[in-house]
């Protein structure tokens, strides 16, 4: 099964944009991040619709920040990105006449919708800048403009 890359791909631009002293390109990021340059402006236009990211045209034109990351929850970011369901797990048919169906699939959505709500709160408290502190005390002896 495939994974949703959103939130990760969006993160791992923001960090890398509060160093850079620049306004960063769609084709630079994607090369850095190795990924098409057109799932990357997908991306990078949700962040700019949640007012994380600004967007300029033309020459010397590209992505900046438009807001401190330290402002800005992990949660923020998974909304902005599309709020990708967390599990793949579902009911087998959504409208089972079948009572032991209805019955297993309930229990199995309640407990789906517990754990991604309290998934989602801890996401919520968790700003984006905290993970760059992570980031450079695990690049203690590299520059982090190296890994983009």
């Given at each position: 099964?495939?994974?949703?890359?959103?939130?990760?791909v969006?993160?791992?631009?923001?960090?890398?944009?509060?160093?850079?002293?620049?306004?960063?390109?769609?084709?630079?990021?994607?090369?850095?991040?190795?990924?098409?340059?057109?799932?990357?402006?997908r991306?990078?236009?949700?962040?700019?619709?949640?007012?994380?990211?600004?967007?300029?045209?033309?020459?010397?034109?590209?992505?900046?920040?438009?807001?401190d990351?330290?402002?800005v929850?992990?949660?923020?970011?998974?909304?902005?990105?599309?709020?990708?369901?967390?599990?793949?797990?579902?009911?087998?048919?959504?409208?089972?006449?079948?009572?032991?169906?209805?019955?297993?699939?309930?229990?199995?959505?309640?407990?789906?919708?517990?754990?991604?709500?309290?998934?989602?709160?801890?996401?919520?408290?968790?700003?984006?800048?905290?993970?760059?502190?992570?980031a450079?005390?695990?690049?203690?002896?590299?520059?982090?403009?190296?890994?983009v």
């Open positions: 099964m495939r994974r949703d890359s959103r939130l990760s969006a993160l791992h631009v923001l960090l890398h944009m509060v160093e850079a002293e620049r306004p960063l390109t769609s084709e630079e990021l994607a090369d850095g991040l190795r990924m098409n340059a057109v799932v990357l402006r991306i990078l236009s949700a962040l700019r619709g949640a007012k994380i990211l600004r967007g300029e045209k033309g020459h010397g034109g590209g992505w900046t920040l438009a807001r990351l330290g402002a929850s992990l949660g923020d970011v998974l909304e902005a990105v599309g709020g990708a369901s967390l599990f793949t797990i579902g009911p087998r048919n959504d409208d089972s006449r079948c009572p032991i169906e209805r019955a297993a699939d309930g229990a199995i959505a309640e407990v789906l919708d517990e754990a991604e709500s309290l998934i989602t709160s801890r996401l919520q408290a968790i700003p984006v800048a905290s993970l760059l502190e992570d450079r005390r695990g690049l203690a002896r590299k520059d982090i403009h190296d890994h």
